[in-house]
T-cell receptor
Framework: NAGVTQTPKFQVLKTGQSMTLQCAQD?????MYWYRQDPGMGLRLIYY???????DKGEVPNGYNVSRLNKREFSLRLESAAPSQTSVYFC????????????FGDGTRLSIL | EDQVTQSPEALRLQEGESSSLNCSYT??????LFWYRQDPGKGPEFLFT???AGEEKEKERLKATLTKKESFLHITAPKPEDSATYLC???????????FGTGTRLTVIP
């Protein structure tokens, strides 16, 4: 069981470039999430998708867009990357039940020069 | 304002030296409190969920407890492989997402 798979693992961009971070889960989970983790701060929610076909903003959505492609896949797009978006990005998923925890991928480490 | 505060930021223990990590929270309507372990270069790995004050859960050398204002992660006789960052997160009633603390970085010295 792969769980939550994120690609790429590392990426370096120049300011103004665009890219899409990919996330796929094989646990038949309904809900999927994108977080960013910065030094000295907790993981912060960027966007989430409670179920296939729906997306909602989290705490820090500015500069990002998301697509819930199907039940398995949830992508995060940076249209015009800025140095402030240098971070580690984590995708997570869960069954959307109170007794089920979120499962995380191993992250994408993104540097924007 | 919702807040999750973890202390200490970092903790160094000798192998076998028991201790506790603290997670204090202020949230309007707690649905659940979660503990995760994070190793360098990896994503958070789920450890425990606690739902109500007085609840306790154990896994190997770890025991998590919950009160109305805080949670403790007790580590009994730790081993070097317990070295990691431990994250606490809360989920509010009616919400899907987790609200994380900044973590405690634990180092266990052989």
């Amino acid at each position: 069981n792969a769980g939550v798979t994120q690609t790429p693992k590392f990426q370096v961009l120049k300011t103004g470039q665009s890219m899409t971070l990919q996330c796929a889960q094989d646990m038949n989970h309904n809900s999927m999430y994108w977080y960013r983790q910065d030094p000295g701060m907790g993981l912060r929610l960027i966007y989430y998708s409670a179920s296939e076909g729906t997306t909602d903003k989290g705490e820090v959505p500015n500069g990002y867009n998301v697509s819930r492609l199907n039940k398995r896949e949830f992508s995060l797009r940076l249209e015009s990357a800025a140095p402030s978006q240098t971070s580690v990005y984590f995708c997570a998923s869960d069954r959307r039940r109170s007794d089920q925890p979120q499962h995380f991928g191993d992250g994408t480490r993104l540097s924007i020069l | 304002e919702d807040q999750v505060t973890q202390s200490p930021e970092a903790l160094r223990l000798q192998e076998g030296e028991s201790s506790s990590l603290n997670c204090s929270y202020t949230v309007s309507g707690l649905r659940g409190l979660f503990w995760y372990r994070q190793d360098p270069g990896k994503g958070p790995e789920f450890l425990f969920t606690l739902y109500s004050a007085g609840e306790e859960k154990e896994k190997e050398r770890l025991k998590a407890t919950l009160t109305k204002k805080e949670s403790f992660l007790h580590i009994t006789a730790p081993k070097p492989e317990d070295s990691a960052t431990y994250l606490c997160a809360v989920q509010k009633t009616g919400a899907n997402n987790l609200f994380f603390g900044t973590g405690t970085r634990l180092t266990v010295i052989p």
